[in-house]
């Protein structure tokens, strides 16, 4: 595992980072970069920078579960691209025990609308009965056959650490993902061990970390955890949108298979220490 240089940060609590985030209209940028770029660009960004921390750790445990159709609607939209479109998956905080149920939605006047509620971390591979009802009334309002909620099954599973900075001057923050791996339904899956997923949030100028990437030689790059995953799984799914990082990054994944990657994905969350 990639073990990023994050001790000469001072700390950043959660309340600090959410009341920052809430004063921010951010623009959003991904960056995929081998791992040891990302321990160089933390061993000479500003030691004014400051890293999330909570109860002693600074990079936390994720798993997102992505639900779709059986011809892969969600998938579909996200590849052409369409104006209708919509993402759904769990999203669990594995140290802490927690699981929320994101719905994403963006409809043909290119609003989107993102929902996102507490769910039972047990039944974070599955939807309720509940969640099936919530994401029909979802695709009404963007004009999908809301009875095409009754379809929808797990499909991919993500699992990575995240490690999240401020900025000195709090315009603006970053997250940085390590141990990134992908497991579909079948079992079958991937790692990239050292590729890292830089995301920057700032306001419409570049924060100092976009600045430092791209005097780096690197650029934004169009990824998606589910799209870009799955078809980094299956090589007949539409990919042209996400080539470059297809041939680049994810050209040297490790895959997994069969039981070992099944047992992952049913591991029970981590309760709280």
Known sequence: MTLLPLDRFESVSLEELVADAALLTRVDRKYVLPARDAERLLATLDAASRVLEIDGARDFAYESVYFDTPDLLSFRMAAQP????????????????SAYLEIKTRGARGTTVKDRTEYDPVLRSVLTDTARDDVADAFDAIG??????????????TRYRRAT??????????????????DDANGEGFTLPDVVIVETKSPAAASVIDRMLWRAGHRPATVSKYATGLAALHSDLPRNRWARVLRGPFAGATPTS????????????????
Not at 82 to 97: H, I, Q, V
Not at 144 to 157: F, H, I, N, S, Y
Not at 258 to 273: H, K, L, M, V
């Open 82 to 97: 369409r104006r209708r479109r919509f993402k759904l998956r769990t999203r669990s905080y594995l140290d802490a025990g």
């Open 144 to 157: 999908v056959d809301g009875q095409r909620a009754d379809e929808l099954a797990a499909t991919l599973t």
């Open 165 to 182: 900075l401020l900025a000195p001057d709090g315009a603006g923050r970053a997250t940085i993902d390590t141990a990134l791996r992908w």
């Open 258 to 273: 069969g039981a070992s990657a099944r047992a992952r994905t049913e591991e029970p969350p981590c309760a709280a220490a």
